[in-house]
């Protein structure tokens, strides 16, 4: 990755003297595109912007939409959710309401259909998960009736599969995954093969299959390493984290997390910051050992970040499991508070599994 990097750089030095636009377009695309495996937010941020800059001066409205798509999504990575509703809303507004072929530049995918899954993990965060769902799955089913194979299985990659899994609908999930494997599979793509078997591990997981859930996670991430391809890594190794909890693998698990923790940090990827502190908790709250402050910091943390970024279903998370640990050392009354902060904050979503979670909690707190 680090010589790829290195060559686009040097291609970008060339067509910075010549002035052709569409070629630094290009590779300016292929720059973000290598940070952003890597999950560099920071720096895929910088140059998504530095893209939609150049394609609005020098190139053309093909250029601009994918320009768009990728500042969506890098504002995404940064956490940066209010910029990034605004971003892809007044992206999507400049489409042509009439049906008509794309024309796909830059890369093979539609620009339009992916940012509308980008759009439909920003709803989830804010709150919306009913939304989340209609939206990415019509992002899939667009894309299959356009028989637009790579388009489909990107959608799937990033947003389908992460969309039904978080809001618990394991059934959906499964259908999910299971076409993005086979899809990948079909066609040869072996970095989307990686990211499927990573997604499969994760849906293990939440179906209770620990040995093999980790395992399978854990493998992949391994593989996906060492070809220098970290984007979601902070996601999926909180994920992990959590099935080695489960295994009563709380050494490991807190390795893992701070491992995570530490590339989100670092790589400015703070999507998930706020779930990787609430992750970090609950692990040391299995710790015989750890005092309830420093479990409490944990929660109060993911609560705070949750709450400046406007991550909405972030904070239900956190608020529960500070509700609870409230609970179990005589706070109620506060316990209640901060919960009900939350969660009446909510208009729809109420057959998801954290909402569920969240109401079943309160009616014990009342």
Not at 92 to 104: D, F, H, I, M, T
Not at 276 to 285: P, T
Request: charged share 25%.
């Amino acid at each position: 990755m680090m010589d790829c990097k290195a060559t686009i750089a040097k291609g970008l030095e060339v067509v910075d003297r010549t002035g052709e636009a569409r070629a630094e377009t290009y590779l300016l695309y292929l720059q973000w595109a290598t940070h952003d495996a890597t999950g560099e937010a920071h720096a895929a941020l910088r140059l998504a912007r530095r893209l939609s800059w150049l394609a609005r001066r020098k190139a053309g409205v093909d250029e601009v939409r994918v320009s768009d798509r990728i500042v969506g999504t890098a504002l995404l990575a940064s956490g940066r959710l209010n910029e990034a509703r605004s971003q892809i809303t007044e992206a999507l507004s400049r489409y042509p309401e009439s049906a008509q072929p794309e024309r796909k530049v830059i890369a093979s995918f539609n620009p339009r259909v992916l940012l509308q899954g980008v759009w439909g993990t920003v709803l989830w965060l804010q709150g919306f998960p009913d939304q989340a769902k209609a939206r990415v799955l019509q992002c899939q089913q667009e894309a299959a009736a356009a028989d637009d194979i790579l388009t489909q299985i990107k959608v799937l990659s990033e947003s389908v599969c992460r969309i039904f899994l978080v809001t618990g609908d394991l059934i959906g999930a499964d259908q999910a995954v299971m076409t993005l494997l086979n899809t990948a599979t079909r066609y040869g793509f072996s970095q989307f093969l990686r990211i499927a078997n990573c997604w499969r591990g994760v849906l293990l997981i939440k179906q209770n299959d620990f040995i093999a859930g980790t395992a399978l996670l854990r493998q992949q991430l391994d593989v996906s390493e060492g070809l220098g391809f970290t984007t979601c890594f902070p996601e999926f190794l909180g994920m992990l984290a959590e099935g080695l909890t489960a295994l009563s693998r709380r050494s490991e698990a807190l390795d893992v997390v701070d491992q995570a923790i530490s590339r989100a940090e670092g790589g400015g990827e703070l999507l998930f910051v706020a779930e990787l502190y609430r992750i970090k908790g609950e692990i040391l709250l299995r710790a015989s050992s750890t005092r309830t402050d420093a479990v409490e910091h944990w929660f109060s943390s993911a609560l705070e970040v949750a709450g400046q970024q406007g991550a909405l279903s972030w904070e239900l998370r956190a608020a529960v499991s500070l509700a609870r640990l409230w609970l179990s050392i005589g706070r109620r009354a506060d316990a209640r508070v901060v919960l009900a902060a939350v969660f009446d904050r909510f208009t729809e979503g109420y057959n998801t599994e954290d909402l569920r979670t969240a109401r079943a909690l309160l009616d014990l707190l009342h």
